[in-house]
């Protein structure tokens, strides 16, 4: 997905028939590390043979919390670097931190608002707890998903 720099506003006036200043459009980048995560586990015939449990379901099911401790620690890890690709994610809001507290004033809203417009995001409805635009009967079909 392709972000364009945002081009700032036009003020200044020209004569009409004059033919100003090309605009310079760049497009934001942003590196991304791909890697491979994986765990295996070893059983021997004899621990399956003799476990009062179902050793290898067992297993698998601490290695998808694992998978899920892992997901979460990379998202977290991502999420913490993101000021470097946004630096909206800069704000300090109250009660962000133990050191540092700034008040939230009417200003960051109204900023923070316009930020999620200008990403196209959609609102939130109130009544039906959800995203507008989210198909209802879709998600009470993956109710238990």
């Known amino acids: 997905m392709f972000m364009y720099v945002p081009l700032a506003a036009n003020v200044a006036q020209t004569t009409e028939g004059t033919v100003g200043s090309s605009l310079s459009?760049?497009?934001?980048?942003?590196?991304?590390?791909?890697?491979?995560?994986?765990?295996?586990?070893?059983?021997?015939?004899?621990?399956?043979?003799t476990a009062i449990d179902n050793t290898v379901e067992n297993v698998a099911r601490e290695m998808s919390y694992?998978?899920?401790?892992?997901?979460?620690?990379?998202?977290?890890?991502?999420?913490?670097?993101?000021?470097?690709?946004?630096?909206?994610?800069?704000?300090?809001?109250?009660?962000?931190?133990?050191?540092?507290?700034?008040?939230?004033?009417?200003?960051?809203?109204?900023?923070?608002?316009?930020?999620l417009a200008g990403r196209s995001v959609r609102p939130f409805d109130e009544g039906s707890k959800m995203f507008a635009g989210v198909n209802q009967k879709a998600m009470s079909a993956c109710a238990g998903c």
């Open 66 to 115: 694992r998978l899920g401790e892992s997901l979460s620690a990379l998202v977290r890890a991502t999420a913490d670097g993101a000021s470097s690709i946004d630096a909206s994610v800069l704000t300090e809001l109250a009660a962000s931190g133990t050191t540092s507290f700034t008040a939230l004033s009417l200003s960051q809203i109204r900023n923070s608002v316009q930020s």
């Open 25 to 49: 459009v760049s497009v934001l980048t942003t590196t991304a590390t791909i890697g491979e995560y994986a765990d295996y586990a070893n059983f021997s015939s004899l621990s399956l043979a």
